[in-house]
């Protein structure tokens, strides 16, 4: 009800109250020609607010304006105008019911029309190498079509080339989801989804191996760095492994086959302005688990051996160590003395 009709009908009432008991001292009618003045008054506000309907005739007109713009594809024409008929018909019931009709109508072809802009959208997104944007975009076909059978076969397609891209890209979790998805929708079969579970474990694996290979590659490259604080710096040169260690004379070996002797070639460089003395019991080795072992006795005994000296500044010193220690892919090798504090990771090949 609008404000007029309502302000209409509270004079109208009042008014008959007015005019059936002489007064309505409250309101200050005092008579039951005052009473007859606000009835009338309640009733042209009533009539007026019954002119802001549109009439007959113009309620037909939206109609016909609607059935037009929805044969010429003008949804949003036709949407606003079967409103306004709409809106406009409410005490006209025959009249409403068409107006309903052409809405429910309007509302079909909308969703056709969004079915069309999603398949080709997505055809476009296909062909110009945009897979997950393309499947994301022909989902939009299958509410209106669950079966538009040139839509699954492009969203197959899709599917198939987003998974792929993603696994170029190293996005592993967006390919498993997406695949995830297109089972869901039944546009890939059980078998070229499995073929495509494991290529993705696959390139997973490899993307994982190289990662490695590169933090491999880059802590070999640092272990050459010389570093520390104090007087001098230290630097890995060279390291290997082997289960057995022989001295000429006799060989060594561990019975339990979970450790091996680790070979560790080192540079120290002075870089202070004094001598510094070195020496390889400063040397200690570091297993991932914690155990720390001095360099082995062995170490004497082997050529090339780094020997305790007295530095000169601005000079280097390199030599092998030999430590007994458990097996791991890495450890720290620690240089502790009086002058100098270093630590460097040391990388098993």
Known sequence: M????????????????????????????????AAAVVTLVGLLLLSSAGTGLPSESTVQQYLEDAQVALATGDLVGAR?????????ARSKPDILAEAEAILREIVAAEALAKSAWAFETGQGALSSGHY?????????????????????????????KAVEAFCGTAEFQAARNLLTQAQDLGVVAADAAAQLGKEIDQAEAAEKKRLQAEALAAAKAQMAVLEGSGSCRIAVIGVRVTETFS???????????????VWVGVGVGN?????????????????????????SMHSWGISNSFSAKD??????????????MPKA?????????????????????
């Open 132 to 160: 997950a944007e393309a499947f994301k975009a022909l989902q939009g076909v299958l509410p209106e079509d669950p079966n538009h059978a040139d839509a699954r076969v492009l969203l197959s397609q899709a599917a198939v």
């Open 271 to 295: 870089v202070g302005r004094s001598t510094s003395h070195v020496n390889p019991l400063f040397f200690s080795l570091i297993a991932p688990n914690g155990y720390l072992n001095e360099v």
């Open 311 to 324: 530095l000169q500044p601005q000079t280097h010193a390199t030599g092998w160590l030999l430590f007994e």
């Open 80 to 88: 606003a105008a079967a409103e306004k008929a709409r809106s406009g």
């Open 247 to 261: 001295d000429g004379f006799t060989t060594y070996n561990f019975e339990n086959k979970t450790s091996w002797f």
């Open 2 to 33: 609008g404000f007029l009709a309502f302000l209409g009908l509270i004079g109208f009432v009042v008014g008959l109250v007015g005019l059936f008991k002489g007064s309505v001292k409250r309101l200050k009618i005092r008579n039951r020609k």
């Open 329 to 349: 892919a890495q450890y720290r090798l620690v240089y502790e003395s009086l002058d100098t504090k270093a630590e460097k990771v040391v990388v098993i090949d």
